[in-house]
């Protein structure tokens, strides 16, 4: 099997995705709740983040991924949480789905 084929099999996604492992801060507007949390991978579609806390499949939240390069700005987005799975000592696993890009 090529390397192309590969991904093709591996990753049936419109986007691929990119390991990030960067903080990123998770806004919840119901309550206004500010956590911190490590963005673990990056597509155009959407981002892996594990927070200290749980969420409801369906919440939206507002998440802001700053930039390291001056030349580019933070990536402000409105998410959608698609799943949310448990990970050791209190820490979860959150599938979120990019909505809309406020910047």
Known sequence: ???SSMRNYNEKRDFIRM???SEVQVTDPESGRVLKGICRDLSGAGMSVELDMAFEAGATLKALLPSNNEAFPPLESI???VRCT???EGRFELGLKIEQISR
Do not use: E, F, N
Request: no cysteine; hydrophobic share 35%; proline share 8%.
């Open 1 to 3: 099997m090529t390397s």
């Open 79 to 81: 998410v959608r949480v």
């Open 19 to 21: 390991r990030v492992d």
């Open 86 to 88: 448990p990970k050791d």
